[in-house]
């Protein structure tokens, strides 16, 4: 989930939509300035933050946490209408390596 350019109030909004995305307990993790301390570290990755091009730095950062840890990329183009669980059984669905 994005979290960069945004406040407290609007992620905490987020978070609660994402949760009802799945049945089990998920973490639900936003990438912001602190889960992401190493992207602004990197010169072009903080010109984006700078520029407040939040959507493209949100999109690498969740790349490259999803290729480390797995996981879904929940952006603010997504509109939350129904669960994802079932995703979760199809090969298809990037970093998912088996039903569980």
């Known amino acids: 989930m994005n979290g960069f350019?945004?406040?407290e109030?609007?992620?905490?909004?987020k978070e609660t939509e994402c949760q009802t995305?799945?049945?089990?307990?998920?973490?639900?993790?936003?990438?912001?300035?602190?889960?992401c301390e190493w992207a602004m570290r990197d010169a072009d990755l903080c010109q984006w933050y700078h520029?407040?091009?939040?959507a493209r730095l949100a999109k690498y950062c969740a790349l490259q946490y999803m290729s480390r840890q797995g996981g879904v990329y929940i952006g603010d183009f997504v509109e939350v209408t129904g669960c994802?669980?079932?995703?979760?059984k199809y090969q298809g669905v990037w970093a998912m390596l088996d039903e569980e």
Do not use: A, H, M, P
């Open 5 to 7: 350019g945004k406040g």
């Open 9 to 13: 109030n609007e992620i905490r909004q």
């Open 21 to 35: 995305l799945f049945l089990d307990k998920t973490e639900i993790v936003v990438l912001n300035e602190s889960t």
């Open 51 to 54: 520029e407040k091009q939040y």
């Open 84 to 88: 994802f669980d079932y995703l979760r």
